[in-house]
């Protein structure tokens, strides 16, 4: 049995302080990024291939941040209805200052999300998963929210990126995590048991997420070659495919 099985998962943080965090940077969110775009753009190249996006679809981006992936989505199929769901109204007003006429949605709260049982046909949650404070809470909502034949692509580091994460940013500052806790592999894996998903692939992606572009694809020749292993958990970030059960 996983050492995680008997855990309710929750955080000591609210979901009021995640938002606080996220309004305070959302000025400087996008430059932030900016910095080291090839590593955070690829979350949305990583997702595109796994979303299966063909047909008229309704898709919940959650969290949405200055809703980019918006941008990818529309890229494969325009006829797809996106929901850019967000919990700081902060990032709200950034992503529609950037992109006017993006459908977005603002929540309060993760564990209890403002839509319908049953709606959406897609679900990307690209790190969220370890702001959130009853995590498991989440992944039942985004459940419930889902049509039965749905599919999710979620994303969150895994818990050795935290050393990493903190020398960034004492060295490079950036827009920070705020409350957070990046998750072991398992601890999701069983969450997304518990709620009702059936994981069909775990991917680890990103070993080094910084220096010259030769470098960061050799990190990924690297991680690929040892998928499942000991190495893996050093990806910060780890991909999880999943359908409902």
Known sequence: MSRFEASDHRNSWTDRDVEAHWDRVASVYVAENNKVKSAHDQRFFE??????LEGKLNVLNITSRDAEADDFIKLINPDIKVI??????????????????????KIETYSNLPFEDGFFDRVLTLETLEHAADPLAFLNELKRVSATDARMVLSCPPNTS????????????GHGEGPH??????????MLRKAGWKLLLHKSTVLIPVGPEVLQQF???IINAFQGSILSEF?????YICEKY
């Open 84 to 105: 850019n769901a967000e919990i700081s109204a902060g990032l709200m007003a950034e992503a529609a200052r950037i992109r006017p006429g993006i459908v977005q949605q």
């Open 47 to 52: 997702s595109m291939t796994h979303l299966q």
């Open 162 to 173: 935290e050393i990493p994460y903190r020398i960034y940013t004492a060295l490079f500052g």
């Open 181 to 190: 806790r990046f998750l072991h592999s398992e601890e999701v894996k069983g």
């Open 235 to 239: 990806g910060i970030r780890q991909f």
């Open 219 to 221: 990190g990924e020749r």
